[in-house]
């Protein structure tokens, strides 16, 4: 393991936006933890981890620490009857996985298709699209909590999964380090067509697909072009696709926010609604394609920040306080941020 002083981060996001890290290492053997553990106690600093970059925002300053970045790889699959258990190494791609395992027929993460990121990030915010979570498939993940030193094994109840959250966001978890994800897939399975964007697609096709059984790679290859149509495209602009979490609010405030408009849609979760932020930001604020200096709330999926290379992160963060504000003004709801903050 090399350990590089002063790196430029920057490039390193898909926001393409960060300062220089005082020290920064690459990890390719879980191993090698305890060695970038105890160089940082050394030097009384903090341990960042890192992913692929794709859903944080990263300070302009210098961050003295230690950023580790995750490149843990290689992929196992264990088949019995019915299913298959595939451990992927926390730096694998989690597109490549899914890319895998759709090649291999295999049911349950088809509908995460397209989503940037490693393995080891995709549980911390319980990644999520097209009506899947990867909650639902995960069996459990190795860990390296740097608190102990130590590797162990959660459970998928253990990693307290919830709407883009888990453990792993929260005090007692922010001292492990994801090292191996394990998903239990089906052999067989059935496709979930829920969610309105997916279900329109297959409506359209219904003739064509009748007579075909639909495979894992039918859908995915649909996600894909639907998220090729929403989101905006990595190599030209910088983003970390949806900035905000979308808002989850009681009863009693999402029936008062009907009456003042109609047409806002809610899926019910539990006692609750969660309702799409977008369509506020849009129908409610008129935000739609909001543009500020270098930064902009993306024309085609409002929910989405992009900035146009030359915005700072102090940029950024005053744009999604705007943001923020005008939401609260006309809705009287906080939002909150999907991105994690570094530094
Ligand atoms: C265009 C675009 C579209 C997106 N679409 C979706 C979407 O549909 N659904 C969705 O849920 N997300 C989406 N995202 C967000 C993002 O892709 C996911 O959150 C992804 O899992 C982040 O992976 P990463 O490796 O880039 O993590 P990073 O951005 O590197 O890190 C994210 C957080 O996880 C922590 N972390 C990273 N690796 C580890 C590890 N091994 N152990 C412990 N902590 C770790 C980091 O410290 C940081 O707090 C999108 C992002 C973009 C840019």
């Given amino acids: 393991m090399r350990i590089r002083e002063f790196v430029s981060l920057k490039k390193m996001t ?3 936006i960060g300062g220089v890290a005082r020290y920064f290492c690459a990890v390719e053997r879980a191993e090698e933890l305890s060695e970038a553990l105890a160089f940082a106690r050394e030097k009384r600093i903090n341990l960042v981890v890192f992913g692929g970059g794709s859903n944080v925002l990263i300070a302009d300053e210098d961050i003295d620490a230690l950023i580790i970045k995750i490149d843990i790889k290689g992929i196992g699959w264990k088949e019995d009857s019915e299913d298959v258990l595939v451990v992927a190494g926390a730096g694998e791609s989690w597109d490549g996985l899914v890319a895998k ?3 291999r027929e295999l049911w349950g993460v088809e509908n995460l298709s397209g989503i940037p990121g490693t393995v080891g990030a995709a549980p911390i915010q319980n990644i999520g699209a097209y009506g899947t979570e990867i909650k639902e498939t995960l069996a459990w993940v190795e860990v ?3 608190r102990s030193g130590k590797f162990r094994t959660l459970s998928n109840k253990e990693c307290k999964f919830g709407y883009r959250d888990s453990i792993f966001k929260r005090p007692k978890g ?5 090292t191996r994800v394990a998903l239990w897939l089906k052999k067989s399975g059935t496709p979930n067509l829920e969610y309105k964007d997916l279900k329109e697609r297959f409506r359209i096709y219904d003739l064509r ?7 894992p790679l039918d859908i995915r290859k649909t996600v894909l072009e639907i998220r090729s149509r929403k989101f905006p495209d990595l190599r030209t602009h910088g983003t970390a696709g949806s900035f905000f979490k979308n808002p989850i609010i009681s009863q009693g405030k999402f029936n008062k926010l009907k009456k003042k408009f109609p047409d806002l849609p809610g899926f019910p979760i539990f006692t609750r609604f969660k309702i799409p932020l977008a369509w506020i930001l849009d129908n409610v604020c008129g935000l739609k394609g909001f543009c500020k200096g ?12 992009v900035q146009n290379g030359k915005a700072s992160a102090e940029e950024i963060k005053s744009f999604a306080k705007e943001i923020s504000d005008k939401v609260k003004a006309k809705t009287d709801i906080d939002i909150e941020w999907e991105i994690q903050q570094i530094w």
């Fill in 144 to 146: 390296f909590d740097t």
């Fill in 294 to 305: 270098n930064v902009t709330l993306f024309e085609r999926q409002p929910i989405v920040i």
């Fill in 209 to 215: 697909f009748k007579k075909k059984r639909l495979t």
């Fill in 101 to 103: 395992a759709v090649r």
């Fill in 174 to 178: 922010k001292s492990l380090i994801i």
């Fill in 14 to 16: 898909t926001l393409k």
